[in-house]
């Protein structure tokens, strides 16, 4: 019976072959495309099986950190993402979810959060070697805990947003965007409530997800009266005593439509008014007649100077500000006023208010104070102040500084004063349309005189500002500004 | 006066105790590193099972110096790494799912040793299990058909092959491959003449005549009964397959290979037409990653996505993801290892279930009675058989069926059932190995020359 048996001797080897070949199959052969499955939940796991690096603000504080769960078999992920400081931070930090993804800080600074990035790579070498569970690098952002608080106190749950930036660094100390959520209800492992907390924020009408600071465009409405003047102040042609038109009324051309001031009077005697006063008390006639003489050309230009245009990653994403650079006619008058078609972030009015402060120069705005190695907590890396450029020149700079702190001293944002402070700001009233409220707009810089000469530059935005007419932005957005203000100058 | 000195046979058994501490020091390793991973110390049950586990393989070792001092010196080795490895496996799956049946693993695999044991003292010779060919006939059916009584019989994860009494589930059809085997040697050895050398000749392959394929349809349509009945594809093709070999083997005749073949390709095609069951499992192997199929092919495709996990390396002990796998300690273990082990950790597993058929085989060779042959080739051959039906599952050879893993996976019966294999092809062995003079005259002390000893007074 030998001679069957060393057959079946064969039959066996050959089964065993088959499962050597199989198993290199799918272990090597295949596991490429298996791993890439649509399907295949592992990376997922995989990512939530990595202990992500923790956000900070300020001296250490977590605004986003990776907590090991608990008990074992009660989620099939290991860790779960916390945000103690809940809605405060939901826009900068953004949210980790199992089924929606990641947003704000959360996505744009993923692969050094999750220790995938290519500056970790000797920190996973050396992980792989010693067998250490690997860890993602912690962010340590701009915002300063004291400024944030304040911009949310300040615009205590009104739809809008505000942004206070370092003028000389471009550092964001606060960026505040509301209505927000609360990004744990997100990042839940309980996947049947992220998703009902997801229907929720999707069904909500004011769009709560949206970061408004950086992402939303509103017509900047008066605020964009210090770009009009910068370019009258870079044109040579204008200094701050230059008397401009200021009618009541500014007859528009091509139409028989005309462009009035709000209190409907003329801004100076003999329809006259200095370019200093004519933004001072906000004059629309004569940043209309300003806007028709400096020609569509010369204001895009002035405004791609201060950063329209442009893009720009803070690293989040920043929607680009706009100017109609085809306007003319009766759009051209609009425009030199705000309305009109141009279009803006919170963070670019931001922008112009800090280069102003910062003697013309633009500075890119940014989130990110250092990323630093998990456990070494050496920092990998630690972005420098970036210029954008030269908005306007020394000596336009200093103009613009004196016309907008004659606004807060005696104009339409004497609400945004400070005790022992420079201020210079400038208030805005956006039109939308019949009958809507209008967009109250305020955005001002701040010097400390005495102390360290402290610097700040913020934008408040409020959308829902009450009744029609008592949306003035010196009413409702300069306390906030000057709440923000007075915080990031005490720090 | 011409002296000869004793010459002693080499017993191996001091290779057999090497290769045993060897075993329990890699499965004491591998559950060091799970504990180093999971808590950063070494793990509290290190002492308690590992040395547990060395305790018991050295006991069963002693047991053989003394009972089987010829047996094959590498079966017990790859038995208890297999098994240690196996505890090793299901204790980290307990750490993630929060579980705890590496402690009842454990206690199986002492009952498992322990029976080993029993059996290499109580049973001194092999040939002894012919008397009780058809008592194991009797016994093997009862065995299959336990399941089908209605109160004592469970239905778990849509195959009703359980046996539970209380809180105790038993697979009998585990024990019954065991008493079935035994079976088919001893009929078989029997009437090996009669299927072997009568019947018509047809081209090249001499038929059986027909009155001879009764054992052989019966042994079909039992197999087809217990697909159908308790809706078992593994349990069925393990039998059938089982049989064919033993046959195979008995008769030298290919004819009953084709018939054999031609039986089971029957009723397999029958099976997959008619039974909803088999057809879904089928449908699932062609096609895994169709839509329709995500939820049934579930458990495939996450084993697969293990695997594919754990590369040519793997993640390392508790360091993937095995217990996303529904049955990850039991159905899908081989997976497990797949991930964290990778395609390195399965090559060695393969290879140990391929050593251990290996030295079945070889025991079957070289033993030298007829009865001997047909039961090891069986036992062996069940081994493969049964790591191939599984393995093949797991990896898409074949469609999935619900066997486990020798050894590896959790289970009682499994691993009782796997020990008596084990034990009866050392028993098996130790007459294959032993000396002619010894063979025929019964063990003497002195007598101990290598293959015939002569002694001069």
């Not at chain 2, 001092?69 to 790494?81: C, F, K, S």
Request: aromatic share 8%; charged share 15%.
């Amino acid at each position: 019976m030998n001679r069957p048996l060393r057959r079946l001797s064969a039959v066996v080897a050959f089964l065993f072959f088959a499962l050597f070949a199989s198993t290199t199959w799918v272990q090597f052969l295949r596991a490429g495309e298996l791993n890439a499955m649509p399907g295949n939940s592992r990376q997922l796991y995989a990512e939530y099986g990595r202990e992500r690096g923790p956000i900070l603000v300020g001296a250490g504080q977590a605004v986003a950190a990776s907590v090991r769960v608990e008990e074992p078999g009660d989620s099939p992920y290991e860790f779960l993402r916390q945000y103690p400081a809940g809605p405060t931070y939901a826009h900068a930090t953004g949210y980790y979810s199992v089924l929606y993804g990641a947003a704000g800080i959360e996505r744009a600074m993923n692969d050094v959060l999750s220790g995938t990035a290519d500056e970790l790579f000797y920190r996973r070498l050396a992980d792989l070697l010693t067998g250490a569970d690997p860890v993602g690098a912690s962010v340590t952002l701009t915002l300063d805990p004291e400024v944030q608080q304040a911009a949310w106190d300040a615009l205590d749950g009104r739809k809008g947003a505000v942004v206070a930036l370092e003028p000389s660094t471009g550092n964001v100390l606060a960026m505040v965007s509301s209505p927000t959520y609360d990004p744990d209800l997100l990042a839940t492992h309980d996947l049947q409530a992220a998703r009902e907390a997801w229907e929720t924020l999707l069904a909500d009408e004011d769009d709560p997800l949206v970061n408004r600071a950086v992402d939303a465009l509103y017509p900047p409405g008066s605020t964009f009266k210090l770009i009009t003047a910068a370019a009258a102040l870079e044109s040579g042609e204008y200094t701050t005593e230059t008397p401009v038109a200021g009618p009541q009324e500014l007859d528009l051309p091509q139409t028989d439509n005309t462009l009035s001031n709000d209190e409907g009077t003329a801004c100076g005697p003999n329809d006259r008014v200095s370019l200093l006063d004519a933004l001072r008390t906000s004059c629309n006639t004569a940043f209309g007649q300003l806007g028709l003489d400096l020609g569509a050309e010369a204001l895009d230009a002035q405004a791609r100077a201060f950063g329209f245009e442009q893009p720009l990653t803070t690293p989040l994403p920043v929607e680009e500000s706009r100017f109609p650079e085809d306007a003319t006619g009766p759009l051209l008058a609009y425009a030199g006023i705000g309305q009109g078609n141009v279009q803006v972030t919170p963070l670019q009015v931001a922008m112009v208010s800090a280069a102003i402060a910062n003697g013309g120069v633009v500075m890119e705005p940014n989130l990110v104070a250092n990323v630093r190695e998990a456990k070494t907590l050496d920092v990998i890396a630690e972005p420098a102040p970036q210029e954008v450029g030269r908005a306007v020149s020394e000596d336009t700079a200093d103009a613009l500084q004196e016309m907008t702190r004659a606004v807060v001293e005696s104009g339409t944002g004497t609400r945004a004063q400070i005790d022992g402070a420079v201020v210079g700001g400038k208030t805005g009233t956006a039109q939308r349309g019949e009958g809507q409220v209008p967009y109250a707009w305020f955005t001002a810089w701040a010097r400390d005189e005495e102390g360290e000469n402290r610097e700040v530059a913020v934008a408040v935005v409020i959308e829902d500002g009450g009744s029609v007419d008592s949306a003035y932005g010196g009413r409702l957005s300069a306390p906030v500004a000057k709440q923000v203000m007075q915080a990031a100058l005490d720090g | 006066m011409a002296t000869v000195l004793p010459v002693y046979p080499t017993t191996r058994r001091n290779v057999e105790l090497v290769l045993v501490v060897a075993a329990v020091l890699i499965a004491c390793g591998a559950w060091a590193v799970v504990g180093l991973t999971e808590h950063g110390s070494l793990p509290g049950g290190l002492f308690a099972y590992g040395g547990g586990l060395g305790a018991l393989a050295v006991v069963l070792h002693l047991v053989l110096r003394w009972r089987a001092p010829h047996a094959d010196p590498v079966l017990l080795p790859v038995a208890t790494l297999l098994n240690g490895l196996g505890l090793v496996m299901i204790h980290r799956l307990d750490l993630s799912e929060g579980t705890s049946a590496a402690s009842r693993q454990f206690v199986w695999s002492a009952l498992g040793i322990a029976a080993a044991g029993a059996l290499v003292v109580v049973l001194r010779d092999h040939r002894v299990l012919r008397r009780y060919t058809f008592t194991a006939m009797v016994a093997g059916l009862v065995l299959l058909l336990l399941p089908l009584v209605p109160v004592l019989g469970k239905e778990i994860n849509g195959a009703r092959i359980w046996v539970g009494i209380g809180p105790l589930s038993f697979q009998p059809g585990e024990i019954a491959k065991i008493v079935l085997a035994v079976f088919f040697a001893g009929y078989l050895v029997v009437h090996r003449d009669a299927l072997s050398l009568t019947g018509p000749k047809v081209l090249f392959l001499r038929l059986p005549r027909a009155r001879d394929l009764g054992p052989i349809l019966l042994a079909w349509a039992a197999s087809v009964g217990v697909l159908v009945l308790q809706r078992d594809l593994g349990t069925s093709l393990l039998f059938f397959g089982l049989f064919v070999a033993v046959l195979y083997v008995a008769t030298e005749r290919v004819s009953w290979i084709v018939i054999g073949l031609g039986l089971f390709a029957a009723g397999a095609v029958f099976a997959a037409t008619t039974m909803s069951h088999v057809r879904s499992r089928v449908d699932i192997w062609l096609h895994p990653f169709d839509a329709d199929n995500a939820d049934s092919a579930y458990q495939l495709l996450q084993g697969l996505y293990g695997m594919a996990s754990g590369g040519l390396l793997g993640t390392g002990l508790d360091r993937g993801r095995p217990d996303i796998v529904p049955f990850a300690n039991s159905d899908f273990v081989y997976a497990s290892f797949g991930e964290e082990l990778g395609l390195a950790g399965l090559f060695a597993l393969l290879l140990l279930y391929a050593v251990l058929v290996e030295r079945g085989m070889r025991t079957a060779i070289g033993v030298r009675d007829g009865f001997g042959k047909l039961l090891a080739a069986g036992l062996a051959f069940s081994v493969a058989l049964q790591v191939f039906v599984v393995v093949g599952g797991v990896t898409r050879v074949i469609p999935l069926t619900g066997l486990t893993t020798p050894f590896l996976a959790a289970g009682g019966s499994s691993l009782v059932s796997n020990w008596i294999v084990v034990a009866l092809l050392l028993r098996i062995s130790d007459l294959a190995r032993r000396p002619a003079a010894e063979v025929r005259n019964g063990p003497e002390p002195g007598d101990t020359g290598v293959t015939q000893a002569v002694r001069i007074p």
